[in-house]
């Protein structure tokens, strides 16, 4: 990106690290405007919602009306509680989870990403051939 930067503006005297820096803490802080569909519509930095955590059972949702963006609580919040949203997609598993917020330079050890999960093997797991067995086959991790 910087070097793109660089092109674009060949004449102005860049720096390179000062560049990449601004848009890896815009990366990290930015989040991706969406239509009533789900459908990205580009991306946005809004100041107040990008203290907000990241939680893969997020208390609750960012929502967009046109260019503007609501916290919405998914559930009756008390005053001291910390509100959180997922940055990702929550229906994969942790593995992928895991994968997907590595742009966000930290591991999550939200209750569902540190409890052994039975989830994963419903989301990525073949169920077991025997009749009698109601497991799930795991692929390596
Ligand atoms: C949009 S900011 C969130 C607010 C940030 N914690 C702050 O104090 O400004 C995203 C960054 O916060 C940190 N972060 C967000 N959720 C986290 C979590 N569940 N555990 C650890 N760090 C998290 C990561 O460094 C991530 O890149």
Request: some cysteine.
């Amino acid at each position: 990106m910087a070097n793109l930067v660089q092109l674009i503006l060949p004449s102005i005297e860049l720096d390179l690290k000062e560049i990449a820096h601004t848009f890896s803490k815009f990366a990290c802080n930015a989040h991706t405007i969406c239509d009533p569909e789900l459908r990205p519509l580009g991306t946005g930095l809004f100041p107040a919602i990008s203290i907000i955590n990241h939680s893969c059972v997020p208390n609750a949702v960012l929502l967009f009306e046109g260019r503007t963006a609501y916290v919405r609580a998914l559930q009756p919040l008390s005053s001291n509680t910390e509100v959180s949203i997922s940055y990702i997609e929550t229906a994969a598993t942790t593995l992928k989870r895991h994968n997907d917020l590595k742009q966000y330079f930290f591991t999550c050890t939200c209750p569902r990403c540190i409890k052994d999960s039975e989830e994963d093997a419903l989301l990525e797991g073949y169920r077991c051939k025997d009749q009698k067995c109601d497991g799930f086959l795991l692929p390596d991790s």
